[in-house]
Nanobody
């Protein structure tokens, strides 16, 4: 399974950004894709997740109402739309996928990870 994350960059507070994660190399019929982030010196933190095929979404409290996770079935890609970005959103963002996840917010549930994309929010 390969996950390719992209879309990170340098933005100012209040700006928006969209991350993408393209998945390939698997034939899972039911799975979940999630976004996690890790800021310098901090532990990896759950951001959002979405299930396939049901489309159920999960968000951390810190991003609820600002971030939106979505998917493209045709492209096997998950997106993370990030609005009203804050300094504290600065981190490397990772996408991950797994089948039969009981707790989508727990990083140890996921075995397949992308390489990460850096988001820097700075004025």
């Amino acid at each position: 399974v390969q996950l390719q994350a992209s879309g990170g960059g340098l933005v100012q507070p209040g700006d928006s950004l969209r991350l993408s994660c393209a998945a390939s190399g698997h034939t899972f019929s039911s799975y979940i894709m999630g976004w996690f982030r890790q800021a310098p010196g901090k532990e990896r933190q759950f951001v959002a997740a979405i299930s396939w095929p049901g489309g159920k979404t999960y968000y951390s409290d810190s991003v609820k109402g600002r971030f939106t996770i979505s998917r493209s079935n045709a492209e096997n890609t998950v997106y993370l739309r990030m609005n009203s970005l804050k300094h504290e959103d600065t981190a490397v963002y990772y996408c991950a996928t797994e089948i039969d996840v009981l707790r989508p917010s727990e990083s140890f549930e996921y075995h397949y990870w992308g390489q990460g994309t850096l988001v820097t929010v700075s004025s």
